[in-house]
């Protein structure tokens, strides 16, 4: 019998990413295109649907090129969380004062919506309950009441359909414009089985949306791995190089496939503390240009300042709590390249890079074990430098998007060495951010004892090893390391209906690669860092204090 392929597709922030994989979740081919990003202003960060589109047709032709089309069972998407408007015609509508109506997605890292947001939590409607009491700039009520106040006539009024990414995947792809519950319930305040609160959305100023049982929005919705439509149609399959009728799986955001590619690995054999324990004792942890902390549970759990409890958004039938950092490879990217010994760091890579076949952070953690003499761990490096991580706000467990960053111990020199701190110093401060939300989520009732890691972030060995260390949990690195493009293959897989449910295809297609324990001998050492960092967070809000004293 042929072998049988699902396909995942990944849209990610600065790049479109397909991979074609196996029944048993091995990575046959991957493929990867970059997509634009336009910053019209500052804060506000647009992409056109159309592109990223065209560059999902471009990669899954890649993927699938020397296998027969009748060998792919299922498709799924999973994209950032970020906002598509359409108009009657589903031609896209500008989001920006610009008017160039191919910039018609408003990304997830857009802040242009801080007041609205800021407005939404004063206003404390119920349904912040659900995003840890807060509304975030990244979620999407506050991007729409934006645009309904700044781009009235040339946004608002012609608009007819508001997309998550995801979902826009989906419809493109079926026809269908059932959303996912991963979207809905995340990013828009859904809440199954009730579905949309209009009380909310009148009370922001949104009644608009109520229109035709909410059909700009929404209106029917199912979890995610659901075969959608009837499959491709034919123009998709067309756009895609597949048969039409190919199974499609409702969509998930980026960080949730992830989630979905990682945490039901099988980890029999690896003496592992949430070996023979429910699948709530992991925490699945996406690092990119951001990291999202994904816990789920049986019980709904509410946690301060962490998105959830969110029921079927991620395993259906399990409450999922989100937690995050805005910033982190993005941030570790500005502390680098921000450097006056960057060049020099280029340079010196550059040079040993034929040798090892590494990478600028490669060449930096190599750096910094030669610095240490004595055969003492790295990490002991960074205990007169201290850095708060908050340089694009913090999203848990403060959910503050006014905190900025904070760096404690600058001297006059600008070293390769200093570098090299610096960058580790800003490492150990994500490593306890982790440690920040994994503190708030336990004492929400959440008994997490082991880390799961995936994307860019997991692999630097470094980031991966402080992690353990700081948070004095074993983390578990996946077999496959495109975790990401796994869930979304999941979705598919399911959506064929070769699995009866998500659970199963998880197990059989998520796969334990490296297990990195934590060195016990820095337990005293982080928990003195770790008191360092929460004092950083209390002063920042005295000194604001201070100066705003009139």
């Known amino acids: 019998m042929a072998e049988v392929y699902y396909v995942g597709v990944d849209v990610g922030t600065a790049s479109v990413r397909a991979a074609l994989v196996t029944r048993a979740g091995l990575l046959q081919s991957t493929a990867e295109e970059p997509i634009s990003i336009w910053e019209p202003q500052a804060d506000h960060y647009v992409q ?57 997605v408003v990304m997830w890292m857009d802040h242009r919506a801080e007041e609205q947001a800021a407005c939404i939590t004063n206003a404390g409607h119920r349904v912040l309950n659900r995003v840890g009491g807060v509304m975030s700039p990244e979620m999407q009520p506050p991007k729409l009441l934006w645009l309904k106040e700044n781009l009235k006539e040339s946004c608002w009024n012609k608009a007819a359909h508001f997309f998550d990414l995801p979902d826009f995947l989906s419809w493109k792809a079926t026809g269908s414009l059932t959303r996912s519950l991963c979207t809905l319930v995340c990013k828009w305040t859904y809440c199954p089985p009730e579905g949309w609160d209009a009380s909310f959305w009148t009370s922001i100023g949104l009644e608009d949306l109520l229109e035709n049982n909410y059909s700009k929005i929404g209106s029917v919705t199912c979890p995610p791995g659901s075969p959608l439509g009837d499959g491709l149609t034919r123009e998709a399959a067309a756009d895609l190089g597949l048969d039409p009728g190919t199974a499609v799986g409702a969509s998930l955001i980026d960080a949730h496939a992830g989630g979905l590619g990682l945490i039901g690995a099988d980890v029999r054999g690896f003496h592992l503390p949430c070996e023979d324990q429910p699948i709530t004792t992991r925490m699945a942890m996406i690092c990119g240009t951001s990291t999202c902390h994904m816990a789920i549970s049986e019980q709904a759990l509410f946690v301060p300042g962490v998105w959830g409890p969110c029921l079927s958004a991620m395993v259906p039938g399990m409450w999922l709590n989100e937690g995050g950092q805005s910033a982190t490879g993005r941030l570790i990217d500005h502390v680098v390249k921000g450097h006056a010994a960057y060049a020099q760091l280029q340079e010196r890579a550059r040079q040993s890079l034929p040798f090892t076949g590494g990478n600028i952070f490669s060449y930096l953690n190599s750096h910094l074990s030669s610095m240490v003499n004595d055969g003492s761990a790295v990490d002991l490096l960074g205990s007169s430098l201290h850095v708060w991580p908050d340089f694009h706000g913090n999203r848990s467990p403060l959910a503050d998007p006014t905190l900025k960053g904070m760096i404690i111990g600058l001297s006059l020199s600008q070293t390769l060495d200093d570098l090299a701190l610096l960058y580790l110093a800003t490492v150990q401060a994500l490593a306890l951010g982790t440690l920040h939300i994994l503190e708030a989520m336990r004492e929400a009732g959440h008994d997490i004892r082991t880390l799961f890691l995936c994307g860019g972030l997991s692999k630097n060995a470094l980031f991966v090893q402080i992690h353990a260390n700081a948070t004095g949990l074993p983390v578990v690195l996946p077999d496959q390391m495109e975790a990401v493009l796994i869930g979304a293959a999941v979705l598919g897989a399911c959506a064929s209906q070769d699995y009866s449910s998500i659970q199963e295809a998880m197990e059989k297609m998520a796969k334990v690669g490296k297990v990195v324990q934590p060195d016990r001998e820095l337990q005293s050492f982080y928990e003195r860092k770790y008191k360092v960092f929460l004092r950083l967070f209390a002063h920042q809000r005295e000194y604001q204090a201070i100066m705003n004293q009139r």
């Open 48 to 104: 056109s649907s159309a592109e990223i589109w065209e560059k999902c047709c471009s990669v899954v032709k890649r993927v699938t090129q020397h296998v027969e089309r009748s060998q792919v069972r299922g498709i799924g998407f999973d994209a950032t969380c970020s906002l598509v408007v359409l108009d009657q015609s589903f031609q896209p509508v500008p989001v920006s004062q610009d008017g160039d109506r191919q910039r018609n």
